[in-house]
């Protein structure tokens, strides 16, 4: 919960501005005194940032735990558009809960990191298996099919 001057509806609209719409500090700073008249220094925005990473926390922790728990997860690769530099965006997907990190590569060491202690030996990728109505290669966000973790 936000301690500083403004509650938590204005710090998750700003997270919403700079995360999701990416949007400048600055570009977010008009936003905010525009729409709500709320004058905010830059220094402010991004505290309001690391304010709502460190509130995320543990509900990131909670979503990684519950996807490295389950039987079978997909993970799937795409090149990060926004930061093109910074890598892939390589998510792994359960039927309730969706984990991603953004990293370099998309070694096995990046699905241990999804997929938990659990992944390695007892893991294999299914050539060719659609993911949402996708074939394998038919996308370019169709990287990495799919990987079950069975016990063997």
């Known amino acids: 919960m936000p301690t ?10 700003s997270a919403l501005c700079t995360g999701a719409y990416h949007l400048s500090k600055r570009t977010t700073q008009c936003v905010m005194e525009d729409l709500f008249g709320l004058p905010m220094s830059l220094g402010t925005i991004a505290n309001l940032e690391e304010a709502t990473a460190q509130t995320l926390t543990a509900p990131v922790a909670e979503a990684r735990a519950y996807v490295q728990a389950q039987p079978v997860a997909y ?3 795409t ?3 926004r930061r093109p530099a910074a890598g892939l965006a390589v ?5 309730w809960v969706t984990v991603f990190v953004v990293r370099r590569s998309r070694g096995s060491k990046v699905a241990q990191e999804l997929l938990g202690e659990r992944f ?3 893991w ?7 993911i949402s109505g996708i074939p394998a290669g038919g996308g370019s966000s ?9 016990k063997r």
Not at 4 to 13: C, H, K, L, T, Y
Not at 124 to 130: E, H, M, V, Y
């Open 120 to 122: 390695g030996a007892g």
């Open 75 to 77: 993970l799937d690769e």
């Open 142 to 150: 169709v990287g990495l099919i799919c990987c079950g973790i069975s």
């Open 124 to 130: 294999s990728p299914i050539a060719g298996a659609p």
């Open 91 to 95: 998510a792994a997907v359960t039927a």
């Open 79 to 81: 090149g990060w558009a």
């Open 4 to 13: 500083g001057e403004f509650g938590p509806r204005v710090q998750a609209i």
